[in-house]
């Protein structure tokens, strides 16, 4: 995955699917500490493929982000609306 998402501040994001371009439809959620991020792409006419990445965040001494893939998945074709977090 080019890290260009997150415009060259987050490193170590290699091997996840890219991100679609326009990041219209990219959303950011935090779960267990971690930050997860779904998108979607069009997989044909009809139907649209959401990708879910779970990345565990690590801020090192010389101020450089980096991103641990724990791991990523492509569910059944949905419709992304929301993300939310919730503790319980």
Known sequence: MDAGFFNGILQGLEGLPEFPGDCNNVLLAEHGGNLVVLWDEFAGEDEKKIWCAEV???RRS????????KWYDE???Y???YALSAIV
């Open 56 to 58: 565990s965040l690590e």
């Open 75 to 77: 569910p059944e074709a």
């Open 62 to 69: 010389n101020g450089q982000v980096w991103g641990h893939i």
């Open 79 to 81: 419709e992304l609306v």
